[in-house]
């Protein structure tokens, strides 16, 4: 059954697409849950794990009361009047449509990102399985492709890369790189270690001389995970990008939102679509880049 049905999406490269867009449709909407609710169980573990080793600092202080709280439970409910949200709710985009963008009990407005999330990850999706095909590489981009829409949104909401989604990816990128996926073992496992080093070594460097952190920790391991798919060739390419649009980006807050040069801007986002870009297109992007230097 299984192979007749790769024999048949190998077919019809139509009917592949549209598998693609349907399912990853459906995942985008649960990275909209995981988007939402991993900073609030981190933060759940934290304060826990505070209060455990500060126990006999709290134990007179009254402690707030801490929801149990995962990716299944409870419910995706209304945050403004609890409605529970049925299973024809939360279909994704046609819903949301069909909503209008609103609770269908207290007519509460849906944020018009959750259809946005999904939709972008239909799209990417589709990318990527029009440029592999029916291919080994385009489940295992897919998967890297779903995890950094959900890190590129948690970081610019709180600031954080979670090692619950970093540190697996990472461990994939060198796995598959063993028989040569994309890149030589030796090329994966250098990429990783100079990707963490090159921004742990600009970290202390400024932090030296200025005082001040300049990124966060979760910056170092999301290039190592970059280093691990793609080899340390492309790393440049990759840095080069990620901080042009990072630096545009912090001159347009500047300019336009009254940030000042002292407000933190998160750099994971950048460093995860510069990413994306250079494990499709890096190859050509780096000869454009020499050719034009040259």
């Avoid at 709280?69 to 299973?87: A, E, G």
């Avoid at 890096?282 to 050719?291: E, K, M, T």
Wanted: charged fraction near 10%; glycine fraction near 8%.
């Amino acid at each position: 059954m299984f192979e007749q049905t790769l024999m048949f999406f190998q077919q019809s490269p139509t009917a592949f697409h549209l598998f693609v867009v349907i399912f990853s449709l459906i995942i985008g909407s649960f990275l909209n849950v995981v988007i939402y609710r991993l900073p609030k169980i981190m933060h759940n573990n934290w304060t826990l794990e505070c209060r455990e080793f500060l126990a006999d600092d709290v134990n007179n202080t009254p402690a707030k009361k801490i929801t149990a709280l995962s990716l299944s439970k409870p419910d995706s409910t209304c945050p403004k009047c609890q409605h529970k949200i049925r299973f024809y709710e939360n279909i994704p985009i046609i819903s949301w449509l069909f909503l209008q963008g609103k609770c269908s009990q207290c007519k509460n407005n849906i944020s018009i990102r959750y259809p946005l999330v999904e939709a972008t990850t239909g799209l990417l999706s589709l990318v990527i399985a029009n440029q592999y095909g029916v291919s080994v590489e385009t489940l295992l981009l897919l998967i890297l492709t779903w995890g950094l829409i959900c890190l590129t949104l948690i970081d610019f909401d709180h600031m954080l890369l979670p090692d619950q989604i970093v540190m697996p990816l990472l461990w994939l990128g060198l796995l598959v790189n063993i028989t040569g996926t994309f890149v030589s073992i030796n090329d994966a496992v250098i990429g990783a270690a100079v990707g963490y080093m090159s921004l742990f070594s600009v970290f202390w460097l400024f932090k030296l001389f200025t005082g001040k952190e300049g990124m966060g920790h979760g910056d170092f391991k999301l290039f190592a995970l970059f280093g691990a798919w793609l080899g340390w060739q492309l790393l440049p390419i990759l840095i080069l990008m990620a901080s042009v649009v990072g630096a545009l980006m912090g001159i347009s807050l500047m300019l336009f939102k009254n940030h000042t040069r002292e407000q933190a801007i998160p750099f994971g986002p950048y460093l995860a679509i510069a990413g994306w870009i250079t494990l499709l297109w890096g190859d050509g992007i780096w000869s454009w880049y020499l050719i034009q230097i040259s």
